[in-house]
């Protein structure tokens, strides 16, 4: 089978649900705040520190030469080698689940991975939000486009590559069409083939 | 079920094939060259014009300019809107598969679609040209670029979107990975659902 199984998702999409899901089907480790924790750890960074930096989408040049100066490798870069660091002892260790954090990209040489990005309508999405943290469908429709930007420019910056382009993942899939269940079932068999 | 499943594919993966067996397990016609055959009918193009047509690359303002004039409509563009029509009748009639042709925009609006984009490695894909066309390694991955090309231009060219973006599809798979029976399964299924 497929060691590694990445999941990039958009937000609010069920991604890390089907994780958890895929990794019970499959009986494999599933990690995703797990590797904020195991970062802090390995880096020395705080866990409230790392999840700001992940979830910002200032990575420009112009931010980081204001927070950090010309000369030193920028916060973030550092946290994210950090990440990279802990994902790749993690793929390691054998078969598991891992969500976002663009671990695509982080295990592309050298690691049996399946690629998985999971997307979905905005009405799906807003109604998972608007249950789950109380908000009106037009403040969940504000959050989910500053969550996705964010996740957009973080991939792009860290890997040159376009978030979401299909070419990237094994296998991309509308969860308003197949629901979570569904969607962690065809990926366990997909990873297991 | 979905009624109208529509199969876009990046050349030499699998798409077709993959179509037939969908059509196949659910029982609903496969619509792929008969589409240009019913828009040669209805619009009085040769067949053989059309599929020169639907595979050039070059629908360009400029080029448009040259062989058409300033005023008419270009020929590619009349072309398009017949095959739209064809298409639209073929949704209408009921359930069934449609292999490319941007049939994913042109029934987006009123009827119901589940949409997949096909694609696969380059070896998975020059494996089967080679196979199938008797070429080189190198002569399959040219033709494969070459193909990609015009697809991904004439989709741009007359849909406005991007060629492959998962977020414009239900589904997309890669048949490296699945191969073409378990796609066809996972389409079926989806599709049912």
């Not at 705080?46 to 927070?67: C, M, W």
């Not at 049996?112 to 905005?122: G, I, Q």
Request: proline share 2%.
């Amino acid at each position: 089978m497929a060691k590694i199984i990445t999941i990039s998702r958009q937000y609010a999409s069920g991604g890390s649900e089907i994780g958890r899901k895929v990794a019970k089907l499959l009986d494999i480790p599933y990690y995703d705040r797990e590797i904020i924790d195991a970062t802090a750890k390995e880096s020395g960074f705080d866990p409230a520190y790392i999840e700001r930096a992940e979830q910002s989408s200032t990575n420009s040049f112009l931010y980081n030469l204001a927070i950090n100066g010309m000369y030193s490798q920028p916060l973030t870069d550092q946290l994210f080698a950090a990440e990279c660091r802990v994902i790749k002892a993690l793929a390691e260790k054998g078969p598991c689940v891992i969500v976002g954090r663009c671990a695509d990209y982080v295990l592309k040489d050298g690691f049996d991975t399946f690629n998985v990005f999971v997307h979905s309508t905005d009405k799906f999405r807003c109604e998972r939000i608007c249950e789950h943290d109380n908000l009106t469908e037009d403040e969940a429709l504000s959050v989910i486009r500053q969550k996705d930007k964010a996740r957009r420019r973080h991939y792009k910056y860290y890997t040159e590559r376009v978030w979401g382009d299909s070419v990237n993942y094994d296998l991309c899939i509308n969860t308003a069409v197949s629901g979570i269940d569904l969607a962690a079932e065809i990926i366990a068999k997909l990873a297991k083939n």
